[in-house]
């Protein structure tokens, strides 16, 4: 390497790198939600049965049948 010339030194800069740390603090931040409670009535069909009864008295045997006759 002796019979190498001197060549002269050279300085190249880059350009400069932005490197960021980024630091998160927490901040309290109030939402509020607002809940609208609504009483929705139906009415609702319920059977109620009710039942009738009736009596009647039917007259049987050898007078009811000759009453049925003249008729």
């Known amino acids: 390497m002796r ?3 001197k060549c002269p ?3 190249v800069t880059d350009p400069t790198q932005v490197v960021y740390e980024d630091y998160y603090h927490p901040q309290v931040v109030q939402v509020v ?3 609208e409670v ?3 009535h139906h009415c609702v069909p319920v059977p109620h ?3 009738t009864c009736s009596v009647r ?3 049987c045997g050898p007078t009811a049948m000759v009453r049925s006759r003249r008729r």
């Open 9 to 11: 030194v050279e300085t």
């Open 3 to 5: 019979n190498c010339p």
């Open 49 to 51: 049965h009710i039942y």
């Open 57 to 59: 008295d039917e007259m």
């Open 33 to 35: 939600h607002h809940v």
């Open 38 to 40: 609504v009483r929705r």
